[in-house]
Structure formats: C-alpha cells, structure tokens
C-alpha cells in the first residue's frame, strides 16, 4: 500500500519568511495531492491540492509543486504570518482507482514568530 | 450546508464496554474513511469505505469495526475498548464523481475517546 513520508516534524520561522514542508510517497499509481491544515483544537481542512497531470499550483501566499519521476511534492508558504502556525499534513491517494483513499503523512508543526 | 457530523465529541468509557461513534454526511459522498489521530503519528486510517456495503481496512483496523448500510452512514464500532485505544478519532467523506473536481476529503469535528 501507499506510505507518505513528510519532513521536517515540526518547523520554526519568524514572521515574513517561507516555509517548506516536503513529502515523499511510495506509490507510483497515486495521482492526487492535497495539503490539510489543522489549527490547534480544530479538524483538518483543505488548503491546496494538486493532481498527478500539473507539475505545480499556486493560491496566494501557497504554492505546492510535484515532482512524479521522483515521487515527491512539497508545500511552500510565502510571507508567513502568525496565523499560518498549526499542523499540515501532506495526502497521496489513487483517486478514482481500487482504493479512494487518502493517506497522510505524519505531520510538521509550523510555528510562526512575530 | 454541507458537512460531516461526528458523534458524540467526547466519550469516557471503560475498558471492554462496547460503544458506537457516529458519523454521517449530508453531501451524498461516495468514499467515507475513519482515522485516529495521535501525538508524532499524524492521521492513521483505520478503515474506509467506497459506497455502500463495501469496506476495507486501514492501516491500524485491530479492534475497530464499520459498517455502511447507508451511504450517509458510516459508524464506527469498538466492541471492547482498551486503553491503547485512548484517541482523537475523525470521520472523512469525499465525492467519486469527479476526479477534476469535488475531490476535497471533508472531516468531521473530531471524538475524542479516553478508555479508563
């Protein structure tokens, strides 16, 4: 099955820099990415997704870029703020395929200082 | 509006008394998964569930047990808990319809069960 790697564990940057989360997944079949948000107290959501036919994707301050050949994406963060501190998880799933489901990484904890 | 309802929020129990945690969505989605959440070990799927009456396991389904009768419906079942099974639990849905769209995995508010 899918096994999604993601690094690092927890992230620490002062306010107005970028932030890169990297994951790597085992499944050459999975073709849909999404990056989830998780404040503190509160459930996952969706910030940004990218599927297996685009190379890259950007919304605002967020950008996630995916590398096939080398079964890896990441999420970058421009100009943080303190509100983008919270957990963010990276997916991979074979949508549409035998199995529809997500699996996530492990999570980095990002924390933004003023 | 569309939404994924877990319940209840918090559950104490004790070890070996079976309990239900409820989930249900109002957006007609085909895919429904569970996960538990833990300290340094992210999102762990326990089962899923493409439509109705087809189920599989996750990665850590020991335990566990689900159902899905109804689409809507997708309980998650501990016939008898034990401590080790102390977690944030989410319920998941998301559309099949399209891959271009309407992939978005939408979550639940959480349970958080202690088993004493």
């Known amino acids: 099955g899918e096994n999604v790697e993601q690094h690092p564990s927890t992230l620490s940057v002062q306010e107005g820099d970028s932030a890169v989360i990297k994951c790597t997944y085992s499944d050459s079949a999975s073709n849909y990415f999404p990056w989830y948000k998780q404040e503190l107290g509160k459930r996952p959501q969706l910030i940004i997704d990218?599927?297996?036919?685009?190379g890259e994707k950007k919304d605002q301050r967020i950008a996630v870029t995916l590398n096939k050949t080398a079964k890896h994406f990441s999420l970058h963060i421009t100009e943080t703020q303190p509100e983008d501190s919270a957990v963010y998880f990276c997916a991979a799933s074979n949508y549409g395929g035998s199995q529809g489901n997500l699996i996530f990484g492990k999570g980095t904890k990002l924390s933004v200082k003023p | 509006e569309a939404q994924v309802t877990q319940n209840p929020r918090y559950l104490i129990t004790v070890t070996g008394k079976k309990l239900t945690v409820t989930c249900s969505q109002n957006m007609n989605h085909e895919y429904m998964s569970w996960y538990r959440q833990d300290p340094g070990l992210g999102l762990r799927q326990i089962y899923y569930?493409?439509?109705?009456?087809?189920?599989d396991k996750g990665d850590v389904p020991e335990g566990y047990k689900v159902s899905r009768k109804e689409k809507r419906n997708f309980p998650l079942i501990l016939e008898s808990p034990s401590p080790n099974q102390t977690s944030l639990y989410f319920c998941a849905s998301s559309s099949r319809q399209a891959f271009f769209v309407n992939t978005e995995a939408f979550f639940g508010q959480g349970t958080r069960l202690t088993v004493v």
């Open positions: 569930s493409m439509n109705v009456e087809v189920t």
């Open positions: 990218i599927r297996s036919n685009v």
